[in-house]
Structures are given as C-alpha cells and as structure tokens.
C-alpha cells in the first residue's frame, strides 16, 4: 500500500522528513510512486516493473537508467 494517498496532497515533504528521521536507525521500505520523493529520501533504490525487480542500486546511478526514464516516461534513445 502507497502511503500518500490516505494522507492530503501537502503531506509529501512531512512524509519525506518522517521517512528520513525513521531510516537513521532502521531499514524502511517504501512503496510509492513519487520517484522524485523517493530519490530525495533513499540511498538504495529498488524498483519493480510488472511485478519483477527491474533495478536495484544507488540513487544517482537509478537517476540515469533506463528503469528510471522508463518509470517517468521518458524514452532513452
């Protein structure tokens, strides 16, 4: 379950600053579909794609793939 659409559409940055306080100590999966709240907050992305692991790795290098341009729409020549 994606934890914004229960929460009002301001909440993104609270979200984000909740995410990051909690994962100082912990892991903590996400599933959303907010990429830009996603990389602003993670330091190891994993992301599916029909159901199957399509990426996993560090968010500068997610940034640039395939997977990434693919999920934002985006077509890579």
Do not use: N
């Not at 907050?41 to 793939?65: N, P």
């Amino acid at each position: 379950m994606s934890p914004r659409p229960a929460c009002p559409p301001p909440s993104g940055p609270l979200l984000a600053e909740a995410l990051t306080t909690i994962s100082k100590d912990r892991a903590v999966v996400v599933v959303e579909h907010d990429l830009d709240m996603l990389t602003s907050i993670s330091g190891h992305m994993w992301a599916m794609v029909e159901g199957r692991l399509a990426y996993s790795g560090d968010v500068e290098t997610f940034r640039s793939s395939p997977v990434h341009a693919g999920l934002r729409g985006i077509e890579q020549v």
